[in-house]
């Protein structure tokens, strides 16, 4: 006789462990690339921002937003330009 949850498989919402610790050691190995303490992630990051700046931009395109939304007292009427701009890294031998 099968157990009353045999081949049910895991509940709906609860993360797969190996990709929980997969994801727990990518940002771990990111706040230690970047310095450590609690600016470490974000200090890598902008690092990344400036080093390949494709990549960066298109994981900022899938964290942003999808919608802009104003305050209730000065909303948003309308987006005119958005305009990406690649500028050269300082020369970090200097």
Do not use: W
């Amino acid at each position: 006789m099968t157990p009353p949850n045999a081949g049910k498989g895991r509940p709906k919402g609860v993360p797969n462990k190996t990709t929980a610790l997969l994801k727990d050691a990518i940002l771990k190995a990111a706040q230690t690339a970047g310095g450590g303490g609690d600016e470490g992630i974000a200090n890598y990051l902008a690092e990344r921002a400036i080093d390949t700046p494709g990549p960066f931009l298109a994981l900022l395109g899938k964290v942003l937003p999808m919608q802009i939304a104003g305050d209730e007292d000065n909303p948003v009427q309308h987006i005119v330009k958005i305009e990406r701009v690649i500028v050269r890294p300082p020369d970090r031998d200097a």
